[in-house]
């Protein structure tokens, strides 16, 4: 079957056979660097990067930039949080993804003590079968003992080698203590998995203050980073610290990587582009996450380690909600469910905020978005890279172009964005996930129940 597609004020013209596609002309950006090639698309993988002679239908994308679809490993789905659930489901959730170029998104299991962790995951992936886009999964540890360490194979067995912790959240009963923390991470060291821990001393908590920085001041990440790194490089497990906020976070994580503990980093693009000056608005409480946001000095911390590459990816931790939703915390912020909307501006904003203002390179923006996340997480090589062989997951950006924020124009579930009214440069123009069209011409086209499962492949890192 061929189609005729002629987007209406462009010149963008595709003439598409459903078994082969050649995107002709675009600038072609990988980690290693940027170079005008033809992405020759095969059975839903990429066939060539170069020039592709053969008499192939063809999109023709002069003037676009060509990078792999991003990968976003951090999301919370239909999360329990604070009496109330996270707004997206595996079904909104994708749909929001595919229409901002993430064709993958890794979520996490619904951890409790009483849940073996191949149940939890079983769970999750049925939970999941109505994604849009790719998936993978962490395997949350609640309740984790080390008398239940064959779990880790079952799960290594079910494809996930990623184990997530939490140093906080003793109140709720997810906070796992450091004795456990290392027997786990031995044991993880062993199996070549991940562990990925939100990390922030419990005792520099005070929840009576909510998601706020008062109640989650920075010295909370900074110590837990500090005991983080010192059970990594003891135990050798390859850790993965999610939501890096502070200056004093990622000095120690930087110190921690530099005394050869085996860490990697994640940084968030609310971490990026806002700071804690919000919360002096009328509606301040509508953007409580965790940890809260910082100060301008903290942001320019965290672009100067993106500009040399210091970490591994920026993530969402998408977790939106409604301003119904949060309202009950307005005046009491025990109440607020902590999370934000992102899946969905996560690569215009870190072209717009980062490449197009000079922060960051372009090759530096497919790093955080896609090798370097596919490499963390054991997607990589299926995942992550515009190279032969790899699935063809692929986003078509227009660097010129520039539009408006506005919660309503977006296709999360959720009545609020943090962004709203920004003005962002870069648009996306197409998307595809194994050669299929997600997106074409600004049209969202994705499908509930396209999304696979994709199993850990290899090691970490």
């Known amino acids: 079957m061929v189609t005729d597609w002629t987007g209406r004020g462009n010149s ?20 290693q660097g940027v170079r005008e090639a033809d992405v020759l698309i095969r059975d839903g993988k990429i066939a060539r990067v170069g020039r592709v002679e053969r008499p192939a239908e063809a999109f023709p994308a002069r003037g676009l930039l060509l990078l792999p679809g991003a990968i976003d ?6 999360l329990p949080v604070a009496g109330t659930r996270s707004a997206d489901d595996f079904e909104s959730g994708t749909l929001a993804a595919a229409a901002g170029g993430v064709t993958t998104i890794v979520d996490f299991t619904v951890g409790a003590a009483e ?9 999750r992936l049925e939970e999941a079968r109505k994604a849009a886009v790719d998936f ?43 004795d456990v923390l290392k027997a786990a991470m031995e044991r993880i060291a062993r ?12 005792e520099l908590v005070d929840p009576r203050e909510g998601p706020t920085p008062e109640g989650r001041p920075a010295i909370a990440e900074e110590v837990a980073i500090a005991e983080l790194g010192i059970l990594a490089l003891r135990t050798g497990c390859l850790t993965y610290v999610a939501h890096i906020s502070s200056t004093q976070g990622l000095s120690t994580f930087l110190t921690a990587k530099e005394r050869g503990a085996p860490l990697m980093g994640e940084t968030c693009p609310h971490y990026l582009v806002l700071d804690e000056s919000v919360y002096t608005r009328p509606d301040g409480y509508l953007y409580s996450v965790t940890p809260p946001l910082r ?24 977790c939106p909600f409604t301003r119904a939703q949060k309202e009950p915390g307005r005046d009491d912020p025990t109440r607020l469910p902590s999370g934000l909307p992102g899946v969905e501006t996560l690569l215009p904003l870190l072209y717009s905020e980062g490449v197009a203002k000079g922060r960051i390179s372009l090759s530096d923006l497919v790093w955080y978005l896609a090798e370097g996340p596919a490499r963390a997480f054991g997607l990589w090589p299926k995942k992550g890279g515009i190279q032969e062989g790899a699935d063809a997951d692929l986003v078509l950006l227009d660097p010129k172009a520039t539009w408006t924020v506005t919660a309503k124009d977006l296709h999360m579930a959720t009545d609020f964005s943090p962004y709203e009214g920004l003005e962002v440069q870069g648009r996306i123009v197409g998307v595809l996930s194994r050669g299929e069209w997600l997106v074409r011409d600004g049209e969202l086209l994705a499908q509930p129940g ?9 090691g970490g890192g």
């Open 450 to 458: 396209w999304g696979e499962f994709v199993p850990w492949r290899g």
């Open 12 to 31: 963008y013209i595709l003439l598409w056979e459903m078994s082969e596609l050649v995107i002709r002309g675009a600038r072609v950006v990988t980690p």
């Open 295 to 318: 100060g301008s000095q903290d942001q320019e911390a965290l672009w100067l380690a993106l500009s040399r590459r210091q970490l591994h990816a920026v993530s969402t931790d998408h």
């Open 115 to 123: 849940k073996p962790l191949p149940v939890a995951i079983e769970g």
């Open 191 to 202: 199996l070549g998995g991940v562990a990925m821990v939100h990390a922030e001393a419990e």
């Open 136 to 178: 993978s999964l962490h395997a949350e540890m609640i309740g984790w003992t080390p008398a239940r360490k064959d779990e880790l194979f079952q799960a290594a067995l079910l494809g996930v080698r990623s184990f997530k912790f939490y140093m906080a959240y003793g109140e709720s009963g997810r906070r796992t203590p450091l």
């Open 73 to 78: 490993a951090h999301v919370h789905l239909a």
